[in-house]
């Protein structure tokens, strides 16, 4: 699929979780928290928290993983009961 798909894809489930395969293998879990025309960006699902939720630096601010839509090889929106 091309960039321009993976982009309105990520777009239109803006704020849901997603589950995103890239060509080189990894898993990438998150909530989309922003898209550009160029990447994706995650906010991650659980892991550990600072201050009760809140951190310092860039994952702490609510950002999580930049991942390149030219990367991606698929894409799939996980069920809220995964959390």
């Not at 879990?29 to 809140?54: A, D, E, K, S």
Request: aromatic residues 14%.
């Amino acid at each position: 699929m091309s960039v321009g798909h993976y982009h309105a894809l990520c777009h239109r489930h803006m704020g849901k979780a997603v589950e995103i395969r890239t060509h080189d293998g990894r898993v990438h879990r998150g909530v989309i928290h922003r898209v550009t025309p160029t990447h994706v960006y995650l906010q991650p699902i659980g892991g550990p928290r600072n201050l009760g939720g809140f951190g310092f630096g860039f994952w702490g601010w609510g950002f999580g993983a930049g991942i390149a839509l030219g990367a991606i090889a698929g894409l799939a929106i996980l069920p809220w009961f995964f959390w």
